[in-house]
């Protein structure tokens, strides 16, 4: 049996449907640490300086404290440099979505240029 981990329940119950019976898809319930959705909690003309708190929910998830492993210097660094792109791509174009296209959820690192390759090919098309 294939095991897949990803971040949410919902997305495991969604994916899981797609793999089909071979796949147990399980949740990992997100970060146990994140940046507060405050303004400044990531400050790019410090160093990329950012501001971390624990999540409630995540408390009863730290068997991984219990039970440490060595430290993976690489994955904590892209997994840092995603957590600030969320925050300064999707916490700044996310308001001015809800602004313009009112019911629409979020902007992020990933939608806006998977949005953007979209209207790009778009535009070929119409030109073509």
């Known amino acids: 049996m294939d095991v897949l981990v ?5 997305k495991a119950k969604t994916i899981g ?3 089909g019976p071979g796949y147990t898809v399980l949740a990992s319930y997100g970060h146990v640490r994140d940046l507060p959705p405050k303004d400044g909690s990531v400050r790019p003309d410090e160093d990329f300086a950012m501001d971390w708190e624990v999540d409630p ?7 991984a404290v219990a039970h440490p492993r060595e430290l993976d210097q690489d994955l904590i660094d892209a997994y840092m440099a995603r957590r600030a ?7 700044t174009l996310s308001p001015v979505l809800w602004r313009k296209l009112p019911g629409s959820r979020s902007a992020g690192r990933v939608q806006s240029v998977a949005l953007r390759l979209i209207c790009e090919r778009e535009a070929e098309i119409e030109v073509f």
Do not use: M, T
């Open 6 to 10: 990803v971040e949410s329940p919902a």
């Open 85 to 91: 792109l969320d925050y300064l791509v999707g916490f």
């Open 57 to 63: 929910q995540s408390q009863k998830r730290l068997d």
């Open 17 to 19: 449907k797609y793999l």
